[in-house]
């Protein structure tokens, strides 16, 4: 149950603690981030032998570059997007 008036980050926050993430994926890297930034020890646990990319593409939206800047990764994002009016069609090759 929640105290009134307290948000879901503050109530994070407050907390700290460990987090067991299963995932290491673009979701489950992001909360790690995301929770060691709010003080807690996260532990990302990824049944791949590595993490590599899949050959996914993904949008990102203003907000989620925003987010990435908070993380400290939105200039790493930005220096491997293709040049402008380029798509990636499959890893490595522009379509």
Do not use: C, H
């Not at 299963?22 to 990824?46: F, K, N």
């Not at 997007?81 to 490595?92: D, Y």
């Amino acid at each position: 149950m929640k105290p009134e008036g307290t948000s879901a980050g503050a109530r994070i926050r407050e907390a700290g603690g460990r987090a067991l993430i299963i995932g290491g994926g673009i979701g489950g890297l992001s909360a790690a981030i995301a929770l060691q930034a709010a003080g807690w020890d996260a532990a990302v646990y990824e049944r791949g032998p590595s993490l590599a990319g899949a050959g996914a593409g993904i949008v990102l939206a203003a907000n989620a570059m925003k987010l990435l800047d908070r993380f400290g990764a939105g200039a790493e994002v930005r220096a491997r997007e293709p040049p402008s009016g380029r798509r990636r069609s499959a890893p490595g090759r522009a379509g």
